[in-house]
């Protein structure tokens, strides 16, 4: 059974994933969402890979992002990011699955902090991510619609 925040987390990342079209266009799917988490997977593709031979960090930093961005909008208040770090820990390459777990560190009025993990299909840490968000204002749906 799921709790009402859960729900409501739900709710609000459909709102937001209707017009992610950045998210979308990437093949990344919203695996998961509750008050507070978010879990997202991305195919790395042909044109994700750079001159090396293995997964652009940039791609990687944006799977990342993705999932912080469901996750600290999960309370349903409009956040935004104020600013995000990531450590490389191993490379991935075409063909792999990854998956980025985001998850509240803490989450203050306006300001928040999230911690974001990025594995491959076996489990291996790909990288670290870290974000400060920001409530901006404003709700993704109306909280007394069900």
């Not at 009402?4 to 994933?17: G, Y």
């Not at 995000?84 to 490379?91: G, L, M, T």
């Not at 980025?100 to 993990?117: L, P």
Request: charged share 20%.
């Amino acid at each position: 059974m799921s709790s009402s925040a859960d729900e409501l987390a739900r709710r609000a990342a459909e709102a937001m994933w209707s017009g992610d079209h950045a998210t979308q266009g990437l093949g990344m799917e919203l695996v998961n969402v509750a008050q507070g988490f978010a879990e997202i997977t991305m195919p790395v593709r042909q044109e994700m890979v750079n001159g090396h031979g293995i997964c652009h960090g940039g791609f990687i930093f944006t799977l990342a992002d993705s999932a912080f961005a469901f996750a600290c909008n999960s309370r349903n208040q409009m956040t935004v990011a104020a600013g995000a770090r990531i450590d490389f820990i191993k490379s991935a390459k075409e063909g792999d699955v990854l998956t980025a777990r985001a998850r509240v560190v803490h989450q203050g009025k306006r300001t928040g902090v999230y911690d974001a993990q990025v594995v491959n299909q076996a489990q291996e840490v790909i990288a670290e991510f870290r974000g400060n968000s920001a409530t901006i204002g404003g709700q993704l749906v109306d909280e007394s619609a069900s």
